[in-house]
């Protein structure tokens, strides 16, 4: 070996090591990277440490309970493919709670089993609420099999993916359209459900292939049948904010407050000859602050091989009449009023019994309609174009 080839060879080998030691610090650099410790809390248990997969969480309902999670210390994982929620409502999270492991959010589809599967993979979940899913009676009726698709099929691939994956908590949101239009009021859980759109269809399909697992597993499960969910955050940090397309399927709340801002000219109020004290519809209004504290509850009590499932309303029914004046109330505004024939399918009264939520979850709503109007008119006036 000559001169110049042991040369060559020591440069080489100098090369090398240089090499080996940037991609060491290289490693050392992403090993600490918060975003690689953030992967890695998300992906392991931690002892003391909830972490909640919250499907739909960019949603209106989804969004404020993933404020409450984080609130209380859980770790949260929303899934959203935001066809209908908001990236402005997850962005309000990530900037009141940036910590490393707190929240993340993952943009995927729930109907994608392979994504689905691989979110699954990739975190060590404990719990999942699972809020993700089209909901407006009125499209469904138009749309049925994408409300079949979206609810029934998508939740059969999240509890499969959840008993591959060993997650044992599910908390499901349900709804009063899964009882259809019953002869007595108020709705007790044991109301048999005989739902008469597809959206309710849908849901009672989907909370029984729940039910079925359950028998076969030691799945805590708790369903959660809402009534009318109204209201935002009281800090006014979150809003409820649809796609502007969705306005015409939309609920009262949207519609009353649209009309106090001038962006549509009144309201039309649909049937004023229903065997009611006013002759309007009758329903039950639940604030969402309300709403979600039912859900921290049901988590907080669910047990293995358990099933809880529990209306989450009021009990108490207000009539078309009543929500506009107490939306008059809390807007400041004289909404101008159209009286107009009744819509099909629209059934005159339903309201809950809450007792049974009160006595083993130890739950009730603390707020009333006009206060849920007031606190979400705050956040809708500041808000024109919701997040945007
Ligand atoms: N709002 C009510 O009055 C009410 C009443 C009873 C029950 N619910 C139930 O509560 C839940 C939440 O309703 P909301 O009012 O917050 O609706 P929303 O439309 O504001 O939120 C639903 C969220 O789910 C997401 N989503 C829909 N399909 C998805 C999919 N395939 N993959 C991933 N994400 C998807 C949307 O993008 C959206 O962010 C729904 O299950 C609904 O049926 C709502």
């Given at each position: 070996?000559?001169f ?10 100098r090369?090398?090591l240089?090499?080996a030691?940037?991609a ?7 090993r600490?990277?918060s ?6 809390k998300?992906s392991q248990h ?5 972490h909640?997969l919250?499907t739909?969480?960019a949603g209106y309902?989804?969004s404020?309970?993933s404020?409450?999670?984080l ?12 066809s ?8 309000v999270l990530?900037?009141l709670?940036?910590e490393?492991g707190?929240?993340?959010?993952i ?7 392979a994504?689905?599967?691989k ?8 719990a ?6 089209v909901?407006?009676?009125g499209?469904s009726t138009q749309e049925p099999?994408?409300y079949?698709?979206n609810?029934t ?6 509890v499969k993916?959840?008993a ?5 908590t599910?908390?499901y949101s349900?709804?009063?359209a ?17 739902p ?8 009672k399909m ?15 499960v708790?369903?959660?049948r809402y009534f009318?969910?109204?209201?935002s ?10 796609p502007?397309e969705l ?6 709340s949207?519609a009353?407050?649209?009309a106090a801002r ?8 649909r049937?004023v000859?229903?065997?009611t ?6 329903r ?8 979600i ?7 907080e009590h669910?047990?293995p ?8 309303g009021?009990?108490?029914g207000s009539?078309v ?5 107490a939306?008059?109330?809390a807007t400041g505004?004289d909404?101008?009023i159209?009286?107009?024939?009744r ?31 007031a606190?979400?008119?705050r956040?809708?006036k500041?808000?024109?174009n919701?997040?945007?």
């Amino acid at each position: 070996m000559d001169f110049v080839e042991l040369k060559r060879r020591s440069s080489t080998s100098r090369r090398l090591l240089l090499l080996a030691g940037i991609a060491a610090i290289c490693l050392f650099i992403f090993r600490n990277s918060s975003s690689f410790s953030t992967s890695v809390k998300f992906s392991q248990h931690e002892p003391g440490v909830t972490h909640v997969l919250v499907t739909g969480g960019a949603g209106y309902i989804g969004s404020h309970a993933s404020l409450r999670l984080l609130k209380d210390s859980y770790r949260v994982t929303i899934v959203d493919n935001l066809s209908r929620g908001n990236m402005g409502s997850v962005k309000v999270l990530q900037e009141l709670f940036p910590e490393p492991g707190r929240l993340q959010f993952i943009y995927a589809d729930l109907g994608d089993a392979a994504a689905v599967n691989k979110i699954f993979s990739q975190n060590a979940f404990d719990a999942v609420m699972h809020f993700a899913a089209v909901a407006y009676v009125g499209e469904s009726t138009q749309e049925p099999l994408r409300y079949y698709h979206n609810i029934t099929s998508n939740t059969l691939l999240l509890v499969k993916a959840m008993a591959a994956h060993g997650v044992k908590t599910l908390i499901y949101s349900s709804t009063c359209a899964t009882y259809g239009e019953p002869e007595k009021m108020p709705i007790t859980e044991v109301t048999p459900q005989s739902p008469i759109n597809p959206y309710g269809k849908a849901k009672k399909m989907a909370e029984d292939i729940i039910l079925d697992f359950s028998k076969t597993s030691d799945m805590a499960v708790m369903i959660l049948r809402y009534f009318n969910v109204i209201g935002s955050d009281p800090e006014g940090r979150l809003g409820e904010a649809p796609p502007p397309e969705l306005r015409e399927q939309g609920r009262i709340s949207g519609a009353c407050f649209d009309a106090a801002r001038g962006i549509i000219p009144g309201l039309k109020i649909r049937g004023v000859d229903y065997t009611t004290p006013d002759g309007t519809c009758v329903r039950d209004y639940i604030d969402v602050t309300d709403l979600i504290d039912a859900h921290v509850k049901a988590l907080e009590h669910a047990k293995p091989s358990k099933v809880g499932i529990y209306n989450v309303g009021t009990g108490k029914g207000s009539s078309v009449k009543q929500f506009v004046e107490a939306c008059k109330k809390a807007t400041g505004v004289d909404i101008k009023i159209d009286y107009l024939n009744r819509r099909p399918g629209d059934y005159a009264e339903v309201y809950s019994d809450p007792s049974k939520i009160r006595r083993e979850l130890n739950w009730i709503a603390r707020y009333s309609l006009e206060e849920s109007l007031a606190i979400a008119w705050r956040w809708q006036k500041v808000h024109r174009n919701g997040y945007n």
